[in-house]
């Protein structure tokens, strides 16, 4: 197990009588544990776990003193790779920054103004290069990856949330009581976690046939349609249907079936899968049943 020590500084009206409201307080203090877990998640996967304790308080403005723990299990000790971050000190740093660290979570931020780098480029097996209005920083690719982590810019966010409340103006992280990181309210916006982007798992086109439940005649309002087993929404993309539908040409009563190709897409949003669904094209329109068939004898009684 190996330990690092960091302090986390709250300034303002608000903590200057050295205390600080339960409400702000506790959120912060799971954040910085979420940022702490979810950075040693990025960097050691299951390698490795990970704890926070609150050692003491101190006197003058509200500061919370950190011992960070990073123990490594057991089957592992003696197959550490490069890629795993193999201190307490070293995840520390890469969070914060630190005493002789160039590089740190809060710093990129700060650099990047919560947004994608512009340009960047592959220099080694442990380096970025990456620019940033005309100049190039060499990134450690560890602390890229953090970057990148929804799961980090996440807790992130909510660690550096109490600065956009009224009377908490700066968060100062020391460490051996020198300042390795520093926000001010103006800055918050920076350590906004961006959204999710949707990633395709899935595009297909298949033929079903679909009773229609409802119908839309706005531009861009959905169908609800069945299949027998499963309800959809689907916006219709056939646009000879469409002109059908809007001439008059089409009518629609109760148990009527559409045959038709529907576009199905799925999506991976964060940890949330979306799907939707469109009718590319209508094959056929099946009216409901208005008579009974009946077998009848073409040749009738002699």
């Known amino acids: 197990m190996t330990t690092a020590n960091f302090t986390v500084v709250y300034n303002g009206d608000r903590v200057k009588n050295n205390t600080m409201d339960v409400r702000d307080l506790a959120p912060a203090l799971l954040s910085i544990g979420s940022l702490v877990d979810e950075?040693?998640?990025?960097?050691?996967?299951?390698?490795?776990?990970?704890?926070?304790?609150?050692?003491?308080?101190?006197?003058?403005?509200?500061?919370i003193n950190m011992l960070l723990d990073l123990a490594f299990l057991s089957q592992?000790?003696?197959?550490?790779?490069?890629?795993?971050?193999n201190s307490a000190i070293?995840?520390?740093?890469?969070?914060?920054?630190?005493?002789?660290?160039?590089?740190?979570?809060i710093g990129l931020a700060k650099l990047l103004k919560g947004k994608k780098p512009p340009k960047a480029e592959r220099v080694d097996d442990h380096t970025v290069r990456i620019q940033v209005?005309?100049?190039?920083?060499?990134?450690?690719?560890?602390?890229?990856?953090?970057?990148?982590?929804?799961?980090?810019?996440?807790a992130l966010e909510k660690t550096i949330s109490p600065l956009k409340k009224e009377g908490i103006d700066s968060l100062e992280v020391k460490q051996e009581g020198k300042a390795i990181a520093f926000i001010e309210k103006k800055e918050a916006d920076y350590f906004d976690a961006p959204q999710a982007e949707d990633e395709e798992i899935l595009d297909e086109i298949e033929k079903g046939a679909y009773s229609i439940l409802s119908v839309a005649f706005k531009e861009d309002n959905k169908w609800r349609l069945?299949?027998?087993?499963?309800?959809?929404?689907?916006?219709?993309?056939?646009?000879?249907?469409?002109?059908?539908?809007?001439?008059?040409?089409?009518?629609?009563t109760k148990g009527d079936v559409l045959i038709c190709e529907v576009r199905k897409r799925?999506?991976?949003?964060?940890?949330?899968l979306k799907t939707e669904y469109e009718v590319e094209r209508v094959i056929e329109h099946k009216k409901a049943a208005r008579q009974i068939n009946l077998d009848l004898d073409s040749h009738g009684d002699t």
């Open 39 to 63: 950075a040693n998640r990025v960097l050691n996967g299951d390698n490795a776990t990970v704890k926070l304790h609150v050692d003491t308080t101190a006197p003058g403005c509200f500061e």
């Open 226 to 252: 069945y299949d027998g087993n499963t309800t959809i929404t689907a916006s219709i993309k056939d646009e000879d249907f469409i002109y059908r539908v809007e001439h008059g040409l089409e009518s629609f």
């Open 76 to 85: 592992v000790k003696d197959f550490l790779t490069s890629d795993l971050v």
């Open 266 to 272: 799925q999506y991976i949003t964060g940890s949330d």
């Open 90 to 105: 070293n995840l520390n740093d890469l969070i914060w920054g630190g005493v002789g660290a160039t590089w740190g979570l």
């Open 133 to 154: 209005d005309g100049q190039t920083y060499d990134v450690p690719l560890k602390l890229l990856r953090l970057y990148q982590d929804l799961g980090v810019r996440n």
